[in-house]
């Protein structure tokens, strides 16, 4: 769905539980080189292995959740591979792509197609939703049996990115 100024939806019309949702860590840097399309692609060792909707938890600098990237098919291959595409998207990450990698035989690639904002949810409303919540390391899946499922469902969308 492509938003423009002005516009506002509730992310439930751009997620339904049949959806493969996750919470997704992310750090702020590198959500903003996201953002301002400098990045197109996030790197991790390890990933879901289709299309996957993450709802971006900023950890350290903000401990919110601020938006939501819509992310294409994961590219899965040797850990080389991966940072020469990281490489080809932006000259001078090989080094740093493969030093995250390590000694991993493999690694991911997942294209960013699209990203939403929202107003943020703070950390301490997630807990006060879900008690047991935690801030993942990586990332977890949300079900729609949670109770997050449901104040995600309600948020207002403002602002679709890319």
């Known amino acids: 769905m492509i938003l423009t100024e002005g516009d506002a939806v509730e992310l439930q019309q751009l997620i339904d539980p049949t ?3 996750i919470l997704l ?5 590198y959500f903003n080189e996201i953002l301002s399309g400098e990045k197109h ?3 991790r060792k390890r990933f879901k292995k289709h299309s996957t909707k993450a ?3 900023i950890s350290k600098t903000q401990k919110q959740v601020v ?3 819509q992310f294409g098919q994961p590219v899965i291959d040797r850990a080389d591979e991966i940072a020469a595409l990281a490489e080809r998207d932006q000259p001078g990450h090989y080094d740093a792509i493969k030093s995250y990698l390590g000694e991993a035989k493999q690694g991911c690639a997942i294209p960013v197609e699209a990203v939403y904002l929202f107003e943020p949810v703070a950390l301490a409303e997630l807990k006060r939703q879900d008690p ?3 801030v ?3 990332y977890r899946g949300i079900q729609p049996s949670e109770p997050l ?3 995600f469902q309600h948020l207002e969308v403002k602002q679709g990115v890319i």
């Not at 860590?25 to 840097?29: D, G």
């Open 19 to 21: 959806d493969s949702l």
């Open 41 to 43: 692609y996030e790197y």
């Open 25 to 29: 860590s992310l750090q702020e840097p």
């Open 67 to 69: 938006g939501m990237i």
């Open 132 to 134: 047991s919540f935690s």
């Open 136 to 138: 993942p390391q990586s």
């Open 55 to 57: 709802l971006i938890y």
């Open 149 to 151: 499922w449901e104040l």
